[in-house]
């Protein structure tokens, strides 16, 4: 899926508000230098007459290709000399030029029909920049995650709770590193303060930067906004149903705390069927234990849970409270 519309204006308007700051700034420094070296005012109205005269020589229809490349011979050799004057006097040979950000493709955020790499770039900031009104994205990546927190000490079952982690963690940013359409859907199960939401979203930092689009949310948050959008309330709300169902990736967290009620349900169970049939990965977190979440729902959503998952259960002590 592409980025929604709301982020691509966005990152038009920030090319805008770019080039439009570049052009200010340039005017004010040719204005400046002009006042300050009368010969550089000399020059740029040379150019100025040379370019009308180029601009007027197009209206006629023969002998013009000789007289338009003198004319621009003479422009060339009067930036030259220009170039030369500036940098004498302490500026840059194109200081009285627009500096953008991105002198590839000017701020434009394209190159010949082909976006560029600096709009690629600011699709994704703003991307990020999104989810940290939800979520503390930036805290929470695979480097930050730390397995001393969890217990070397074998449980009853003679699992030992950092070694799984480890396991974990090092499939799930295999997972993100190797993301594409065809990945598969995971379950991350565990007790609170395990860590989840810190492999969602350290799962998620990978994927954006990857220049996939991924959607955030809690079950309960997800659940409220569409409930809301379909009966007409959209004012406020974040998520929308086209955003839950058509993005890349879908990172469902605290899967059960959602209100319980049949809207909810069958909100949830269109969500994780509408993404398996359309193969769109899915990443769910949950507190509760699979045998909680047979209880809680019905067979729909259980059975597509436990037949299309991929189920990684961390074990252990809350970690925030160490």
Do not use: W
């Amino acid at each position: 899926m592409a980025y929604p519309s709301r982020i691509h204006r966005k990152a038009q308007r920030i090319l805008e508000q770019r080039r439009d700051s570049a052009f200010s700034e340039a005017q004010l420094r040719a204005d400046e230098i002009r006042s300050e070296i009368p010969e550089i005012e000399e020059i740029q109205k040379q150019l100025s007459s040379v370019g009308l005269e180029i601009s007027q020589l197009f209206f006629y229809k023969e002998n013009t290709n000789e007289k338009v490349l003198e004319l621009r011979n003479k422009s060339k050799s009067l930036i030259e000399q220009r170039a030369k004057i500036l940098e004498k006097n302490g500026y840059s040979a194109d200081a009285m030029q627009p500096q953008y950000i991105c002198p590839v493709c000017e701020d434009r955020g394209f190159i010949g029909g082909r976006m560029c790499n600096c709009q690629r770039q600011l699709l994704k900031d703003i991307m990020k920049e999104e989810l940290r009104a939800l979520a503390p994205i930036d805290e929470c990546t695979f480097d930050t995650l730390n397995l001393e927190y969890y217990s070397n000490e074998p449980l009853d079952n003679a699992i030992v709770p950092r070694e799984r982690a480890k396991k974990i963690f090092e499939s799930a940013r295999r997972y993100a590193q190797n993301f594409s359409h065809e990945s598969k859907n995971l379950l991350l199960l565990g007790k609170t303060g395990l860590g989840k939401t810190h492999l969602s979203l350290a799962i998620a930092n990978v994927v954006i930067n990857k220049g996939y689009y991924v959607c955030y949310g809690t079950s309960q948050n997800i659940c409220d906004d569409l409930q809301s959008e379909q009966f007409g309330r959209t004012d406020g709300i974040y998520y929308n149903k086209q955003q839950v169902l058509g993005c890349d990736l879908l990172i469902l967290d605290d899967l059960g705390t959602e209100i319980d009620s049949q809207y909810s349900i069958a909100t949830l169970y269109n969500i994780i069927n509408s993404r398996i049939l359309a193969k769109k990965p899915t990443v769910i977190s949950t507190n509760c234990e699979l045998s909680e979440l047979l209880s809680k729902y019905d067979q729909r959503i259980t059975s597509r849970i436990t037949g299309e998952y991929t189920k990684m259960t961390i074990l252990g002590n809350d970690i925030r409270n160490i």
